[in-house]
């Protein structure tokens, strides 16, 4: 838990001016990034608190070191350094050493490590400016502009964020037809594992679709 709630991070924005366009996002990030913390095991005051003030240091920079410069203003104004670290961490999939780097920034590892890290920052990957994006379509973008090993790591992260639906198939074959079950998952926005037991898969879902996608799959399983 921290003392630092909503309002306090309300207050500072207001104190830096933070533009309207900005402020929608951040909005937008906060919604989404709650919503999936309400299914984990994180501190929700950290994520609120996080979301809210991940782009404040867009009133300094609007390029890539706009989460240094977010960082360096929460760290200026006493933040708990837990809300400091998601501000600082959120850029892409994070950041390696090796990558920050290349990308001219200060010396540093800017990979989220905490849950609440990670969550905030999966949050905003999946948001355009104010709208929802599809994992499947940011994985597409990323894959255009990031570094080979981000968007490993965005894939990855999506797992961990995401507390997964379970559909168990149970039949002669565990084979699972993968071109089915693409073609019934194809318009659903999730990422899925299929783990196989003997004659039994388990067929895990992750993202905002996943419990919709299961009680599809629950319908269709002799078509998988």
Not at 43 to 72: C, F, K, N, W, Y
Request: net charge positive.
């Amino acid at each position: 838990m921290t003392s630092f709630s909503k309002k306090d991070a309300l207050a500072l924005l207001k104190k830096y001016n933070v533009d309207r366009r900005v402020m929608d996002h951040l909005f937008a990030v906060h919604d989404y990034a709650m919503e999936i913390a309400s299914k984990a095991d994180c501190d929700l005051d950290l994520v609120e608190a996080g979301s809210l003030l991940h782009d404040i240091g867009r009133t300094r920079s609007q390029g890539m070191d706009h989460a240094l410069a977010g960082a360096e203003i929460l760290r200026k104004e006493g933040v708990d350094e837990r809300i400091v670290k998601i501000v600082e961490r959120h850029l892409g999939a994070g950041l390696t050493p090796e990558e920050a780097q290349k990308l001219r920034l200060p010396p540093g590892n800017y990979v989220p490590e905490t849950l609440e890290e990670k969550i905030v920052c999966h949050a905003d990957n999946l948001i355009g400016s104010t709208e929802r994006v599809s994992i499947q379509d940011t994985i597409k973008s990323a894959r255009k502009k990031w570094f080979p090993a981000s968007v490993e790591r965005l894939i990855k992260m999506h797992f961990e964020v995401f507390k997964p639906d379970r559909v168990t198939v149970r039949k002669k074959s565990p084979e699972i037809k993968v071109q089915k079950l693409d073609a019934i998952l194809d318009k659903f926005d999730l990422l899925y594992k299929v783990k196989s037991e003997g004659s039994t898969s388990i067929i895990e879902l992750y993202g905002r679709d996943s419990e919709k996608a299961a009680s599809l799959l629950k319908k269709r399983l002799n078509e998988i």
